[in-house]
């Protein structure tokens, strides 16, 4: 597994249970901004992530058909909460911490 998929898995099953992030947000927190459709398929060739915590901008869901209905079954089975079509992203988006925060909790500080 090349360290770019690494880095994307591990940054995905970083998402809690009931909170969701955005494909470009994911791209960001594992170090490569602008590679949002990268996300999107390493989760289309990955087993075992949690798939259904990835949404699109503004909380969208983008998959199609059986799949959109099951994405929106399984986050609501996980506490989240949708707007009309979209998630309440203002209750259920998850903020990666950044880079420097995780440098200051590593040193203690």
Known sequence: MSS???????????I??????????IARAAGYPGAARR?????HRSFGLPWQRVVGARGEIKLRG???????LRL?????SFRGRKVDMKKHAYHFPSA???KRKR???
């Open 4 to 14: 770019t998929l690494q880095k994307i898995v591990a940054t995905i099953r970083r």
């Open 16 to 25: 809690p249970r009931g909170k969701v992030s955005t494909y470009g947000a």
């Open 39 to 43: 996300v999107a398929w390493t989760l």
């Open 66 to 72: 059986d799949s959109a209905i099951e994405q929106r």
């Open 76 to 80: 609501e089975a996980e506490g989240v």
């Open 100 to 102: 420097n925060a995780a």
């Open 107 to 109: 040193r203690g500080k």
